[in-house]
Nanobody
Framework: QVQLVESGGGLVQAGGSLRLSCVAS????????MGWFRQAPGKDREFVAG????????NYADSVKGRFTISRDNAKNTVYLQMDSLKPEDTAVYYC?????????????????????WGQGTQVTVSS
């Protein structure tokens, strides 16, 4: 069992920045690929960013590439999402997810079905 708790969401103006944090408890996440997803009202949960378990290899959705940065600190059992140059279309609930399957793939899973633990979500709202 692993519990994931996101924090750092809030209301910001377009062009501003936020840093989301996801703290894990119950188990160490040092061997787990981690991902960030977001879900806007009426839409499916979509991939935002992923980071693998080893060297920290990352991947991003095209919509956030160059603006968002995912990172991890295994000593703190925490994964981060730094969001810069925010746009109104970034408004969504952001979820942290862990893949505990120990498949040791090169990159983190890109779809929600690739993860089996999820946080409760944190709201990000970007105003015009």
């Amino acid at each position: 069992q692993v519990q994931l708790v996101e924090s750092g969401g809030g209301l910001v103006q377009a062009g501003g920045s936020l840093r989301l944090s996801c703290v894990a408890s119950g188990r160490s996440i040092n061997h787990y690929p981690m991902g960030w997803f977001r879900q806007a009202p009426g839409k499916d949960r979509e991939f935002v960013a992923g980071i693998n378990w080893g060297a920290g290899r990352t991947n991003y959705a095209d919509s956030v590439k160059g603006r968002f940065t995912i990172s991890r600190d295994n000593a703190k059992n925490t994964v981060y999402l730094q969001m810069d140059s925010l746009k109104p279309e970034d408004t969504a609930v952001y979820y942290c997810a862990a893949d505990t399957s120990l498949r040791y793939t090169t990159i983190a899973p890109l779809g929600p079905k690739g993860y089996n633990y999820w946080g409760q979500g944190t709201q990000v709202t970007v105003s015009s």
